[in-house]
């Protein structure tokens, strides 16, 4: 791995989990590497989900019951996870699925988590708009990243964003990727009245919502497939 090209700190991550649910699946590895102009530092773990694991997941990620059985709960790594991730540029591939279980996570141990989140998807779509697949397999083909542990592990997936973070570079230039990245994680133009918290609260989920003025008043009432998206639409910000 090269010498980081963006100036601020950043911290690659990648989970797997018991599920797609965040509300009721649990996390089973975590994989991360912090980047920033000293280098580069990587970390992993496997967490005990206190919970079954799917045997679908468990093909897919080759983590089973017994692998997780004497490893800590995500209370035992809250601490050091939380540690690694303060101040630092939250950065995955499908970034609101690995930041909203972590979110949860916190919650759950009584701990708050809130930070800039960079998703990798966003950026291939912005970097390479001609190109019709942004999945992490795409990527690989598309870049020819290489790995040596197995796909699907949280920390070999971090690793591979590296590597696609690096191509980018090296295809395109460094100004032009940090330029995309700048343009990405730009906060919305909220309302003074409307704290960011909220907006991170908002979800990947179908529903309605309403907007209201002085008084309680109803302003708008709408309805999507995805309320996140949505809701940022009206402020001028695509959804990560």
């Known amino acids: 791995m090269t010498h980081p090209f963006y100036p601020a700190p950043l911290v690659l991550l990648d989970l797997e989990t018991t599920g797609a649910n965040p509300s009721t699946d649990r996390i089973t590895e975590i994989g991360l590497i912090q980047v920033d102009l000293s280098g580069i530092c990587s970390w992993s773990s496997l967490v005990n989900p206190c919970q079954a694991i799917p045997p679908f997941i468990q093909r897919l990620t080759g983590i089973d019951d017994a692998m997780v059985a004497n490893a800590p709960v995500f209370a035992d790594v809250a601490d050091e996870v939380l540690d690694q991730l303060q101040n630092r540029i939250f950065v995955a591939h499908n970034a609101r699925f690995d930041y909203t279980f972590l979110r949860n996570e916190f919650k759950r141990c009584g701990r708050a988590f809130r930070g ?48 696609f973070l690096q191509a980018a570079v090296q295809d395109l230039g460094a100004e032009r990727v940090t330029a995309a990245i700048n343009e990405l994680i730009r906060p919305p133009a909220l309302p003074s009245q409307i704290p960011e918290s909220v907006i991170d609260d908002l979800p990947d989920t179908a529903g309605v919502y309403v ?23 009206h402020f001028g910000k695509k959804s990560q």
């Open 116 to 163: 800039q989140v960079l998703c990798t998807v966003q950026l291939s779509r912005k970097l390479y708009p001609d190109e019709y697949k942004h999945s992490l397999d795409a990527l690989i083909a598309r870049h020819g990243l290489q790995y040596s542990g197995e796909r699907h592990r949280a920390l070999t997936d971090a690793q591979l964003i590296y590597q």
């Open 211 to 233: 907007f209201y003025g002085e008084q309680d008043e109803a302003l708008w009432v709408g309805s999507s497939m995805n309320l996140r998206r949505r809701i940022l639409q």
